[in-house]
Structures are given as structure tokens and as C-alpha cells.
């Protein structure tokens, strides 16, 4: 190993960690800990008392070589968190690593998410983050708010009990229908009685406007099932705002799809009581570019409400109906651009069926 008498340890950990739902940055975080003594060091200190070492196990071809076994790191889990067995992870994202797991006491499935350890060392206020993101939601109580149970830190490991949804993400749906180019992946769900059929669509985004980039066959049920679910959600963040609180992410990776039908919201990490000073003009940007409304990217536009929320689930609502998100740019940095000057396409340019009514609300 290199000897390092310094190293940019919070800049470079910082940058790897906070991007922890791609695979390529725990494999460059493995391999820098392999060449820098001073962060091997503070890893191995912590990974001794947290779950980093499941995430390293993995992430190494070495690792994997040497036959480590990576159900180890689930069983020193499991003995930290006491009352939960950690089964498998089953998620993974900026503020956290989600797993399933059995409550011993109460005999039941829950989903445990669990604080990165380093995010929490070289970012101590991710901490108090954290422990905000489990309070907000455990004041909600809604059928279509994922339930909060319980909240500890033990042994330096930050974690939460959650309700476990099972069924894929509204991202995964749709992710799905432009594969299939169908959409009886959303008939095919139980909830409000809509029609079963196979309705034919290619949603591909690249695709010009043509009869067969728009949806064919029952198409009512397609709509009807979509309207139900944002009602469902949008019922669901009237709740939350009543309540004080503002989700600030709303989009379709955090929409989860229970097996009864019902469309959940899950992630409160970016969340904010309504009346906290942070939801004015900020100079750093949180959520996802896509669905983030001009006074989110603008700060001279002005005061951060419940709106932001609003915008955001119309422009899930416009993928819905368009196939295709409401801005398409690659960059981050164009997204931006056309969200703060430009004005969306009508989803009928893309599917002629979509509802007017639909339509308008989106847009």
C-alpha cells in the first residue's frame, strides 16, 4: 500500500460516497482505500462497527476471488441492530442503504435503511439529515405514505424501520414500457378495477411522432389507471402538506407500487417542514434536475413551497402520458436550461390519445 502522509480524505470520500447508487463509485472507493493507507485506516476503524464491508465485499474482483462471504456483513448487521435479522439489500441511494429484514419482537417484514458510515463521518450533518428524514415521515400517516416504525443509533450505525414495499418503482414501470413497448404491465395491476388488456405503444424517446408511437387498443384503461394513481398521490402530498411538511423529490424512482395496487411515496430525505428557513433561496440545489420546478434552479425567482411538489408530479404525469420526460437533454445542465426557458411539448405530439384533460393538468 502507498504510504500517504496526506490525503484529500473528506474530498475524495465525500465525492465517491454521495453517488453510491452507481456501481463504478464503490468500485473506485474500494480501489482507492486499497492504495491509501490514511483512509484504509479510518474505513477499517468504522467498517468494524457498521455495514461498510458489505459494500466493499462485493465491489472488489480481489474480494470475490478470495471467496469472502458475503453474507458475513448481513450477519454483523443483524447482530449490531439486535432486534432485526438484515436478509438482503434490496435498495441504495444518496442518503442511504436500504435493506429487507425480519423484526424478531413483532415477527414481521420490514425494510431497514441504514446511514452510509463514512457519509456520516465526513459529512457529520448528514447525521441530523437522517434522523429529520425519519421523523418527518413517522408523523405522516397515510395508505399511501410508506410508514416509519422506529429509530436508533447503536454502536454508530444510524438506522430506521420502514413499511416493505416489495413491487418495483414507477421508474421500473415505465422503464418496462419502453422495453416491451406495452403497457399492459400497468393494466395487469390489482387496484381500482381498471381493464386488463395489451395496449400496444413504442415509447422509445428518439422516436418521431408516428401512428406507432402512440398507444392502440383499450387505451381508456391505460388512462384511467394513471389518473387513479395520481389522484392517489397527490391526495397523499395535500396530507403531508396540511401537515407541514414538503417532500422536495418527488419523482417516478420514489413512487413504489404496492402489491394491492395502491402507488406509495417513498424518500423523505430531501424533506423540509414548511416553515424551516432552508425552504427559501438556497445556493445548492437537491432533488433531480428533471423534475424540479424554475424556482428550485433559479434562487432569484424566489420563496420554495408545496408548489415545487406539484410541479414535480405533473412532470411524472407528462411521462406517463408522453412516453418520454418533459425535457429530454442529457446534460443536467441543459435540463436545467430548458426547465427554466422553454415550454413543454403537449403530450399529444407524442401519443395522440392522451387525455385533454390529463394534458392540462400536466402542464
Request: charged share 25%; glycine share 4%.
Given at each position: 500500500m502507498k504510504k500517504t502522509a496526506t490525503c484529500s480524505l473528506a474530498h475524495e470520500i465525500e465525492r465517491m460516497l454521495l453517488a453510491v447508487d452507481d456501481q463504478s463509485n464503490v468500485d473506485e472507493l474500494a480501489a482507492h482505500l486499497n492504495e491509501c493507507d490514511a483512509c484504509r485506516r479510518l474505513a477499517e476503524s468504522?467498517?468494524?462497527?457498521?455495514?461498510?464491508?458489505?459494500?466493499?465485499?462485493w465491489a472488489t474482483?480481489?474480494?470475490?476471488?478470495?471467496q469472502v462471504d458475503v453474507q458475513e456483513p448481513?450477519?454483523?448487521?443483524?447482530?449490531?441492530?439486535?432486534d432485526y435479522e438484515i436478509i438482503e439489500e434490496i435498495g441504495r441511494g444518496g442518503m442511504g442503504i436500504v435493506y429487507k429484514a425480519r423484526q424478531a419482537k413483532l415477527n414481521r417484514m420490514v425494510a431497514i435503511k441504514?446511514?452510509?458510515?463514512?457519509?456520516?463521518?465526513?459529512?457529520?450533518?448528514?447525521?441530523a439529515r437522517f434522523r429529520r428524514e425519519a421523523e418527518l415521515a413517522a408523523g405522516l400517516e397515510h395508505t399511501n405514505i410508506i410508514g416509519v416504525y422506529d429509530y436508533d443509533e447503536t454502536d454508530g450505525t444510524h438506522y430506521y424501520a420502514m413499511q416493505l414495499i416489495e413491487g418495483r418503482s414507477l421508474r421500473d414501470i415505465l422503464g418496462e414500457i419502453e422495453e416491451s413497448g406495452a403497457v399492459d404491465v400497468v393494466l395487469g395491476v390489482p387496484g381500482d378495477g381498471a381493464d386488463r388488456a395489451t395496449v400496444a405503444a413504442t415509447p422509445s424517446p428518439s422516436t418521431p411522432r408516428s401512428s406507432d408511437s402512440q398507444i392502440g387498443g383499450n387505451?381508456?384503461?391505460y388512462y384511467r389507471r394513471i389518473a387513479h394513481w395520481m389522484a392517489e398521490v397527490a391526495d397523499a402530498l395535500h396530507y403531508a402538506h396540511e401537515h407541514g411538511v414538503i417532500h422536495r423529490d418527488i419523482k417516478p424512482s420514489n413512487l413504489l407500487l404496492a402489491d394491492d395496487g395502491r402507488l406509495m411515496i417513498s424518500d423523505f430525505g430531501l424533506a423540509r417542514p414548511s416553515s424551516h428557513e432552508a425552504l427559501t433561496v438556497s445556493n445548492s440545489l437537491v432533488g433531480t434536475c428533471r423534475y424540479m420546478s424554475p424556482e428550485q434552479l433559479d434562487p432569484t425567482i424566489g420563496m420554495i413551497d408545496r408548489q415545487i411538489d406539484v410541479y414535480a408530479l405533473g412532470a411524472t404525469l407528462y411521462e406517463l402520458l408522453a412516453f418520454r420526460p418533459m425535457f429530454g437533454a442529457e446534460s443536467d445542465r441543459e435540463v436545467m436550461r430548458q426547465v427554466l426557458h422553454a415550454e413543454p411539448a403537449a403530450p399529444s405530439r407524442f401519443c395522440r390519445h392522451a387525455p385533454a384533460e390529463l394534458e392540462t393538468i400536466c402542464l
Open positions: 468504522i467498517g468494524a462497527q457498521s455495514h461498510l464491508e458489505h459494500e466493499l465485499c474482483e480481489a474480494r470475490a476471488k478470495s448481513l450477519r454483523r448487521l443483524s447482530e449490531i441492530l439486535v441504514v446511514l452510509p458510515a463514512l457519509l456520516g463521518v465526513v459529512r457529520p450533518e448528514s447525521r387505451h381508456r384503461a
